[in-house]
């Protein structure tokens, strides 16, 4: 793999400078949500893909020896392998840190007794809800479920539902109802992206963790960042993270940005063939 031309020119000088210092120290740990950062957002949470300018990045960095990169996101494990088709070498973090895939000896997700009767009560508020309003679907997942309005058309009956359901849901026990855009989500299964992040840190001897995410849930992993650390939220909203960007047609150039000073150095860019994982996931 060449490398390509140097992508920091496109970046605001605050943010180049800020991924020049973290791509100097080895090894770095790039920690990536999906939808809304790596992919664009949709009505349809099963109709989404990788930009491909970003799949494109995503891979060069996985191909590098020093660089480990991984998918933190909240959906569940097995349609985040499919969606984001990760290229070899790459960890995920499925269901807000509840579902982890970091080895081959990965142990799945097994709710208890009481998370599963709490779940089949979460699924059933959510589902009497969503039928109230044309638009309003429920995404079931394996660590709970979450109620989507991004296709209902009236948006202040839209924020009522939201409003609603995490009132509603907060009352289950068990339940632990976290804010999205234009979703709620309900896991049964206590778990943040921060502590994910905090896992994966620990598991790969990190120097230095890059995090990129849009939503709500991300602010969980912006806040376990330290100095040497760079986080950059996409799109707009209050953040934690020192760095923004306007879209995720726009992290392309900062991935870029960090795999030039490895590809320079003659770093090894050959595809792995088989992935080298450190560690292996704890128990859900």
Known sequence: MSAAPDASRELPEALRTAVEALAARRPVLVCLDFDGCVAELADDPAAV????????????????????VAYVSGRPLEQLRALAAPPAGVLLVGSHGAEQDLGADAAPLRLTAAQRRTREQVLELLENLAGRI???????????????????????????????????????????????????????????????????????GAAAVFFAGDDVTDEQGFAVLGDDDVGVKVGAGETLADHRIAAPGELAAVLAALAAPAEARGADTRPRSTPTRPGTAPGA
């Open 134 to 204: 044309d638009g309003a679907l429920v995404e079931r997942k394996p660590a709970g479920a979450a109620l989507h309005v991004r296709a209902v058309a009236d948006a202040a009956a839209a924020e009522a539902l939201l409003a609603e359901a995490r009132e509603a849901a907060a009352a289950v026990d068990g339940a632990h109802p976290k804010d999205g855009k234009m979703v709620v989500e309900v896991p049964v299964v206590h778990a943040t992206k921060g502590e994910a992040i905090g896992t994966l840190r620990e598991r790969t």
């Open 49 to 68: 893909a990788p930009v491909p300018a970003n799949a494109a990045a995503v891979e060069r960095l996985a191909a590098l020896d020093d660089v480990v």
